[in-house]
C-alpha cells in the first residue's frame, strides 16, 4: 500500500550504493515509497557505465523499467555552479543519454564555493555556470529541470536571497534541510518560510553533536537525533508542499552507518 501524504516520499540511492535498479525498485516497493533519488548504483562510481554494462542502449532500460512499480525522477550530478570541473561536465555528459530511458524529470546541481559565504566572484561563476548549462541542455535535447542543492554557498536564507536577486531566472532549489540548519544555523521553519517559493525539492536526516570519526556531527536513524522534523513535516502539510521529501542516508560516504532498510523503517513515521 502506497504511504498517503501530502508530499512525496522518496530516498536517495547514496544510501544503497551497492544496489542495482532493481534490488533498489524492490526495497522501495517493500516500504510503500514510489520514488528513488538516484546518484550511484551497483556498486559503481560512474552510473553511466553500470547502465551500459547492464541495459547497453537506453531503449533497452526504458523497456525493463516498464515493469517497474518505482520511478527514478531526480538524477544527482557532481556538477557545481561555482567551482565547475571537467571532471563533473565529462559525467553529465556520460549519463545524459539515459536520462529520458530513466524518466528524469530534475538534475540536482551543487552550489559550490565555501559554506555561507557567497561573493561577486561566486555569482559570476554561478551565472557562467548556468550558461554553460543551457548550451549543454540544448545540445544533449534535455527537458529535465535543474535543481541547485542548498550545500555550501547556499547554505543560509541570505546567500540563497542574494542569489536570486542577482539571478532571478536561476532554477530552483533543492533544499537540504539539514545542512541549512547545521552548519547553517537557521531554524528550518525558518528557512522553509523564507525560501519556500524557489524549492522544488527537499532532503532530511537527522543528526546529534556527538561528533563522527571526521568530525562532524554524527549521522543516526531517523527520529534518534535532534534534528526538529516533526516540526518541519508538519508545517510543510499544512503549507500544502506536494513535492518530494527525500531520505539523503548518507551511507555512501559513512559505510559505517547502518543500512538503509533499517533507516527507511524508522522514517516510517515521518511519512505517514
Not at 535543474?146 to 536561476?170: G, K, M, Q, V
Not at 532554477?171 to 537557521?186: A, F, K
Request: net charge neutral; glycine share 8%; aromatic share 10%.
Amino acid at each position: 500500500m502506497r504511504i498517503q501524504t501530502s508530499y512525496r516520499a522518496c530516498f536517495s540511492s547514496l544510501g544503497c550504493p551497492e544496489l542495482g535498479l532493481d534490488e533498489m525498485a524492490a526495497l522501495a516497493v517493500r516500504f510503500g515509497i514510489a520514488a528513488i533519488e538516484l546518484r550511484f548504483i551497483g556498486g559503481d562510481n560512474d552510473p553511466a557505465r553500470y547502465l551500459e554494462r547492464c541495459y547497453g542502449v537506453p531503449e533497452r532500460l526504458a523497456a525493463a523499467l516498464e515493469g517497474f512499480r518505482v520511478t527514478f525522477p531526480i538524477f544527482g550530478s557532481s556538477l557545481r555552479l561555482i567551482g565547475r570541473t571537467e571532471g563533473h561536465m565529462q559525467e553529465l555528459e556520460r549519463i545524459s543519454p539515459w536520462l529520458g530511458a530513466l524518466g528524469v524529470r530534475y538534475i540536482r546541481l551543487f552550489d559550490g564555493g565555501v559554506a555561507g559565504r557567497l561573493d561577486e566572484d561566486d555569482l559570476a561563476a554561478a551565472r557562467d555556470s548556468l550558461r554553460w548549462w543551457g548550451r549543454f541542455r540544448s545540445e544533449h535535447g534535455l527537458s529535465a529541470t535543474p535543481l541547485i542543492e542548498t550545500h555550501w554557498a547556499l547554505n543560509n536564507t541570505a546567500s540563497c536571497r542574494r542569489f536570486y536577486r542577482t539571478l532571478p531566472d536561476a532554477p530552483p532549489l533543492l533544499w537540504d534541510s539539514h545542512h541549512t540548519w547545521r552548519p547553517g544555523g537557521e531554524d528550518p521553519e525558518h528557512t522553509w518560510r523564507a525560501l519556500r517559493r524557489h524549492i522544488a525539492h527537499i532532503h532530511i536526516k537527522d543528526s546529534l553533536p556527538a561528533p563522527d570519526r571526521d568530525g562532524h556531527r554524527r549521522y543516526v536513524l531517523p527520529g534518534q537525533g535532534d534534528f526538529p522534523v516533526r516540526r518541519l513535516l508538519d508545517r510543510l502539510k499544512s503549507d500544502g508542499y506536494r513535492a518530494f521529501v527525500s531520505l539523503e542516508w548518507e551511507r555512501r560516504w559513512r559505510p559505517e552507518l547502518p543500512p538503509l532498510d533499517q533507516a527507511l523503517a524508522a522514517a516510517r513515521a515521518w511519512y505517514e
